[in-house]
């Protein structure tokens, strides 16, 4: 016997692909529609019979002794059986697997799966990623071959790959992916209205932005205005507690306010004191999202249990949507975190310590990874801050990370608990964070759902099942959810992508409810009961994009 033939070139690789699309099939934190579950069934397609002719490459290369001819075709025959009743078992689940985590969200279920449409569609992204795969084979062959003439065979293939996947980096980061970064660069600024085309600057003092402002109102750009006009006043806080109130602070400065994470965060907080922000009893550094948003539900919340008499400083650091702020401009929020809070943070301590506001960190997303790297040490113990509260922070987070390495082996991954809970604790969609009592002299609160694929995503799981799917599935996981190795990366790649398209209280979307008892258990506001809680939770079921304002 000698090496495969064609047919084993050929059926290894494509009977590797169909289980990996079947694999795709089955359930991860996110649901997905047909449309979505064919291109992801396309890409592990393509994945599975890349590995399948990587595979055969190398026994072709051994010279391995394998089957030929008839005998050859009926082993392939036998093989294809359970791979095909693997793929129809898969397919006749696949509805009632994608209703599991929907009903477990409070989702509509599906009445359909729409399998020849969603078919059709992996198909065709098969057939591309193969054409694209073939092209690259042909590149690389003929600049190997180009190189026989010039040294042996084994370092001609060598250097033609090298030379191959160097041609593609260039193409496709320094040349059609900067065009399109720079793209959406430029579309998203023009989309937030700057400058000319900015909506008239408030005529009211007391807004950042406004009449005699330090703040450049068409610098803000739209998500820093929407910030500074909206949310309660102190009217409709007033209304809510039955108390009298204040009107709360709201500092934001733009990305285009100025040149460096420095200035920028400088000019805030001259606004910040302009304003009388370090007079009131709470003050919050809040650091927003890739594209500058802050989340009213958590923003106003907090204004509401504290009667106005709190106020909160932010600074913009990208334009782009937080997925690719993250991959691109890595170390920009990084850098205007750093800058921010310890701007804010060197003030505050040269005033008496009876005299002075408490001082918070906030982060959502993106906003929670940067303030995390920016709340140093300088921070948490040369007079340390009195808490944090953290929404969603992204899995890349080592602050995150290492204090999960610290949680009780006896506690849930998701919802870890850390020592004895006086330092740091963990909240959810369906847990709060304890209360106000039982804390030390600081209070630090993660909120994440324990379907939020940005926080849960672990790039081992190409090769290893992430540690929360080796503990018994949360109450909005499914838990028919089954490791792959390389399909279930793909799988958490593609729930990442869709992690905002969850319902409130799912996945990665943060609403306001959820933020009201985190914040009781970080700030322990004065007079305040779990009644006011459930109150306020009601008040605000606005959800994540509404905020708690009516």
């Excluded at 109150?535 to 079921?541: S, T």
Aim: proline share 7%.
């Amino acid at each position: 016997m000698r090496i495969f033939n064609s047919t084993g070139l050929t059926m290894t690789p494509l009977l590797l692909s169909l289980l990996f699309f079947a694999a795709s099939l089955t359930p991860s934190l996110i649901p997905r529609d047909w449309m979505v579950q064919g291109v992801l069934g396309g890409l592990v397609m393509a994945l599975g019979y890349l590995i399948g002719r990587l595979v055969m490459g190398l026994w072709w290369v051994m010279e391995l002794p394998t089957l030929k001819g008839r005998l050859a075709r009926i082993f392939y025959m036998i093989a294809a059986i359970p791979v095909f009743v693997i793929l129809a078992w898969c397919l006749a689940k696949a509805r009632s697997w994608q209703n599991g985590i929907r009903s477990r969200m409070e989702m509509e279920l599906v009445d359909s799966n729409h399998t020849v449409q969603m078919l059709l569609v992996a198909m065709v992204v098969f057939a591309a990623l193969v054409v694209v795969g073939f092209l690259l084979w042909m590149a690389f062959d003929h600049l190997r071959r180009r190189l026989y003439r010039y040294m042996p065979a084994r370092t001609a293939n060598i250097a033609g790959f090298l030379l191959t996947v160097l041609v593609v980096v260039i193409a496709t980061r320094d040349g059609v992916l900067d065009k399109v970064i720079s793209d959406l660069d430029k579309s998203v600024t023009i989309a937030q209205n700057l400058f000319d085309t900015a909506p008239p600057a408030p005529t009211t003092a007391g807004i950042a932005g406004g009449r005699g402002s330090l703040i450049d109102w068409g610098a803000m750009g739209q998500p820093g205005r929407d910030y500074v006009t909206t949310g309660p006043n102190a009217a409709d806080i007033a209304d809510f507690t039955g108390r009298d109130a204040l009107q709360p602070v709201r500092v934001y400065a733009g990305l285009a306010q100025a040149d460096t994470p420095e200035m920028r965060a400088k000019v805030a907080l001259a606004e910040l004191k302009r304003l009388g922000g370090f007079e009131r009893k709470v003050l919050i550094v809040a650091l927003p999202t890739g594209t500058g948003w802050l989340d009213p539900g958590a923003v106003d919340t907090v204004e509401y249990m504290h009667g106005g008499d709190i106020a909160t400083i932010a600074v913009q650091y990208s334009y782009l949507q937080s997925p690719l702020a993250l991959i691109l401009e890595t170390r920009s929020g990084l850098d205007q975190a750093r800058a921010l809070i310890s701007t804010v943070h060197d003030y505050w301590k040269t005033l008496p310590k009876d005299a002075r506001p408490k001082l918070y960190i906030h982060g959502l997303s993106l906003g929670a990874w940067s303030s995390m790297h920016g709340t140093g040490l300088f921070a948490l113990i040369d007079d340390p801050i009195d808490g944090a509260l953290w929404a969603g922070p992204p899995f890349p987070s080592e602050m995150w990370k290492g204090i999960n390495t610290e949680r009780d082996p006896d506690s849930p991954y998701v919802r870890p608990t850390i020592g004895d809970s006086r330092l740091v604790r963990f909240a959810s969609h369906t847990n709060d964070a304890g209360g106000p009592d039982g804390w030390g002299l600081m209070r630090l609160v993660y909120l994440q759902y324990s379907s939020d694929p940005i926080v849960f995503y672990e790039p081992t799981s190409v090769f290893r099942a992430p540690a929360w799917m080796r503990e018994p599935a949360a109450s909005d996981v499914s838990p028919d959810m089954k490791f792959v190795p390389a399909v279930t990366q793909f799988q958490l790649a593609v729930d990442m992508a869709l992690a905002n398209t969850a319902p409130d209280g799912h996945g990665h979307a943060y609403y306001g409810p959820d933020y009201v008892r985190p914040w009781v258990a970080v700030t322990d506001p004065d007079n305040w009961t779990e009644a006011d809680s459930v109150r306020l939770a009601a008040h605000c079921d606005g959800g994540f994009h509404q905020g708690c304002r009516h």
